[in-house]
């Protein structure tokens, strides 16, 4: 079995990180319903002020996939789309193994 991982880290100008909030919280709350959602969760970065990491874990490419079709999906883009994005790096990673530390 290969888990995917998404790990991102998004940048926004200061007046706009509440609005970006907002949307991520309910981004969340829908993601985290769907099927083949293992985890789904945005954070403020505790160094870097205004920006927000994401991590995302997917039972398979086909899970991810769906849930990037979701119209909760396509509201949460459209919402960010209008705020000013400084820097935006969200990167998607295939897992076979998985430990606990």
Known sequence: MSWIIVLGQIDLHAED??????LMRTMTSETVKEQGCLHYAY????????RFQLSELWENEESLAAHLQAGHTQTYRAG??????????????????????
């Open 17 to 22: 990180a509440s609005a970006a909030e907002a």
């Open 80 to 101: 960010i789309g209008k705020l000013r994005v400084v820097k935006r790096s969200v990167k998607k990673y295939d897992a076979s193994n998985m430990k606990e530390l």
């Open 43 to 50: 954070s403020r970065d505790l160094v870097t002020a205004h």
